[in-house]
């Protein structure tokens, strides 16, 4: 229930599997990340942020990989649970675009019992 | 209180109709945005309020009109629109508009828009 390195726009995981959730990045210029979790009827839900002079952040249960060289972000879920099922969309934001964050491309995870 | 509320939750409109959706927010923030989001693709900035003033536009039609009462209102008034304009509006604040540090947005529910 894997992938790394590749953006899908669906990933399929059992429960009780971790998942791993990829987006890239285009602006070098970005210093500050964002994943979102967007569930059926509802706004955006912040989940964990990473500043750029970091490479690795964690939560409960997530983690959040930066990799600069590459502008590449991926969102790590531990034990995933059917509640985890929703879209998960990355933001970028830079230092001189105050208040503008750009989001990627949502990937709709799903979580089969 | 960290709630974004907006109303109405859905909103039917023909091409010559005046209406407006409206967001409301009591955590003391000071940056407010809307967004549009088209089904199954992310959402995209239209306008970004700090202290009460627009600071970004993100050129947004003129049928789109932003008005920010006070530091707890945010309204999007809309006239004229077309049919591709159906989205879902997203209202979203934060403590500030700065970016380079941590200021996570919070997000209303949405209204629902259909242009007919």
């Known amino acids: 229930g894997e992938s790394v390195g590749l953006h899908l726009p669906t990933l399929s995981v059992q429960e009780g599997d971790n998942s791993i959730i990829n987006c890239a990045y285009s602006?070098?210029?970005?210093?500050?990340f964002i994943w979102y979790k967007q569930e059926s009827g509802k706004g955006p839900q912040f989940i964990i942020d990473?500043?750029?002079?970091?490479d690795k952040r964690q939560g409960q249960r997530v983690t959040v990989l930066l990799n600069k060289t590459v502008k590449h972000l991926s969102l790590q879920i531990a034990a995933t649970q059917p509640g985890d099922s929703a879209v998960y969309f990355c933001?970028?934001?830079?230092?001189?675009?105050?208040?503008?964050?750009?989001f990627g491309d949502g990937t709709t995870l799903t979580v089969k019992p | 209180d960290t709630e974004v509320t907006q109303t109405p939750k859905h909103l039917v409109m023909g091409m010559t109709n005046k209406k407006s959706l409206k967001c409301e927010q009591h955590?003391?923030?000071?940056?407010m945005y809307w967004y549009k989001q088209k089904a199954k693709k992310p959402p995209e900035l239209m306008f970004v309020?700090?202290?009460?003033?627009?600071?970004i536009n993100e050129s947004v039609p003129s049928r789109f009109s932003p008005e920010c009462p006070n530091s707890s209102l945010l309204n999007l008034h809309l006239h004229a629109l077309q049919p591709e304009d159906s989205a879902l509006y997203l209202c979203?604040?934060?403590?500030?508009?700065?970016?380079?540090?941590?200021?996570?947005?919070?997000f209303g529910p949405g209204t629902r828009l259909t242009v007919l």
């Open positions: 979203a604040s934060s403590q500030e508009s700065f970016s380079g540090r941590d200021n996570e947005q919070f």
């Open positions: 602006n070098s210029a970005s210093d500050y």
């Open positions: 990473i500043r750029s002079n970091m």
């Open positions: 933001a970028e934001t830079t230092n001189t675009n105050a208040g503008k964050s750009t």
């Open positions: 955590m003391g923030h000071r940056a």
């Open positions: 309020y700090s202290y009460e003033k627009l600071s």
